[in-house]
């Protein structure tokens, strides 16, 4: 299994930064693309950001030009990096990761793994 670690998140006023980690840690043998995804009351979940294992991103528009998704590799942790913050931009930020792990005494195929969410809320 994989254990997502989420961190960063809090309270900020509008045209603030914050910054998240999402450190990934278990017998992780390969890990494919990792990202971002929130969810605010009410709505769906949607992709905030996303990062292959070669450094390709992909950015909601909505955050496009604003947002920065990096990842380090040999730490197996991802980052969001978020300026220019709106109160849009309230909401519980989920890390995502796809990998392949071991498990039931094998390794698994790509599996999908999710942190706990970490809330970031900015006022105006």
């Known amino acids: 299994q994989v254990q997502l670690v989420e961190s960063g998140g809090g309270l900020v006023q509008a045209g603030g930064s914050l910054r998240l980690s999402c450190a990934a840690s278990g017998r992780i043998f390969s890990m494919n693309g990792m990202g971002w995804y929130r969810q605010a009351p009410g709505k769906q979940r949607e992709l905030v950001a996303a990062?292959?294992?070669?450094?390709?991103?992909n950015y909601a528009d909505s955050v496009k030009d604003r947002f920065t998704i990096s990842r380090d590799n040999a730490k197996n942790t991802v980052y969001l990096q978020m300026n220019s913050l709106k109160p849009e931009d309230t909401a519980v930020y989920y890390c995502?990761?796809?990998?392949?792990?071991?498990?039931?005494?094998?390794?698994?195929?790509?599996?999908?793994?999710w942190g706990q969410g970490t809330l970031v809320t900015v006022s105006s």
């Open positions: 995502n990761a796809n990998a392949r792990v071991w498990m039931e005494g094998t390794w698994s195929n790509y599996l999908d793994f």
């Open positions: 990062i292959t294992s070669g450094g390709g991103t």
